[in-house]
């Protein structure tokens, strides 16, 4: 059997973190795209990659380029490409900046890998994922994109500190946008099968809810751009149930067709991801309070989206 084919868009920070994580769990080989004028960086990254394979002994190819033509036949994008933000940026900032870039991207990924699973990374996340779906015309369940993990794992991470616990006994769910209305569902989170408010009093769990709101935009402040550890490991889990048709159930911005209510948009819900591509659309159950801040993130997710004018 053929090794599968991972097309990476954007060599940047995040590229090569994808690259080096694809690698390493050998889920295929890879292929790392830029623009022209970063085509050496790109084949540099690559070469260091696979002289890196030789030291930690993983088998994969690794392939830097510019032309669109060698993501041909991919089983998975992975679309990073944009302008990251900047300290003082809002996700928003950047629709009129990387827009037209990913115009460019949908159209590479339509003419050359038509049948790939496509995993948007982008920012501002909804508006760029519905972009590239609606300008490449690929089917709805073959695009997703990254952010609900992503928000999850830091609502997970702040409340394990807080609580004093290993991050892997904290279980939560982050639904809505990627922004600054994202719905950490409180209720349903548990620490050990334990809910996580008989750990934390009311007061922290608003303050971990506020600072999971603005994650990306703490690590903007720090490092002078955006995150790439969390953001390619979230990414590449979402990639690897795919291939290995492993049917987790991944929060990440997917095509509503109805559930929650919600119809035409691709939003942030738990669903299960396959060889199907997006195969299902889980449903939480909802109180009044949480449906109620669901739908203000999906208003904010919607005005976005219509800031795109496709």
């Keep these: 059997m053929a090794r599968k084919k991972i097309a990476l868009i954007g060599a940047g920070n995040i590229g090569g973190e994808l690259a080096a994580l694809a690698a390493r769990k050998e889920l295929g080989d890879v292929v790392l795209f830029d623009i022209p004028a970063k085509s050496d960086f790109a084949k540099g990254k690559a070469l260091d990659l696979a002289q890196n394979g030789a030291v930690l002994g993983y088998d994969a190819k690794l392939t830097g380029t510019s032309e669109w033509s060698d993501i041909a036949g991919a089983d998975v994008v992975i679309v990073t490409a944009g302008v990251p933000r900047k300290p003082g940026m809002t996700r928003e900032d950047l629709i009129n900046i990387n827009l037209p870039i990913i115009e460019s991207v949908a159209k590479g990924i339509r003419d050359n890998a038509p049948n790939a699973f496509v995993i948007v990374v982008s920012n501002p996340l909804d508006a760029m994922v519905y972009a590239l779906q609606k300008i490449s015309g690929l089917p709805t ?133 396959g060889a199907g591509g997006v195969e299902k659309v889980i449903e939480v159950e909802l109180n009044a309070d949480e449906k109620a801040m669901l739908d203000k993130s999906l208003a904010s997710v919607r005005r976005t989206v219509a800031d795109t004018k496709l």
């Excluded at 992503?150 to 616990?165: I, K, N, P, Q």
């Excluded at 600072?211 to 690590?219: A, I, K, L, M, Y």
């Excluded at 291939?243 to 691709?266: H, R, S």
Aim: hydrophobic content about 45%; some cysteine; aromatic content about 8%.
């Design 141 to 273: 369940h073959m695009v997703a994109g990254m952010a609900g993990i992503l928000d999850t794992a830091r609502f997970r991470m702040f409340v394990g500190e807080a609580a004093g616990v290993s991050i892997k006994d904290v279980h939560a769910l982050v639904l809505g946008g990627h922004g600054d209305d994202m719905v950490p569902l409180v209720r349903q989170s548990t620490i050990g099968c334990v809910p996580m408010t008989s750990f934390l009093p009311q007061d922290k769990i608003e303050s971990i809810i506020a600072r999971t709101r603005n994650g990306g935009g703490e690590v903007v402040k720090l490092m002078g751009t955006s995150a790439y550890y969390a953001p390619a490991s979230a990414a590449i889990q979402m990639a690897e149930s795919y291939l290995k048709d492993l049917k987790q159930v991944l929060p990440c911005a997917v095509w509503m067709q109805g559930e929650y209510g919600i119809q035409d948009i691709f939003f942030g819900v738990p669903a299960r991801i």
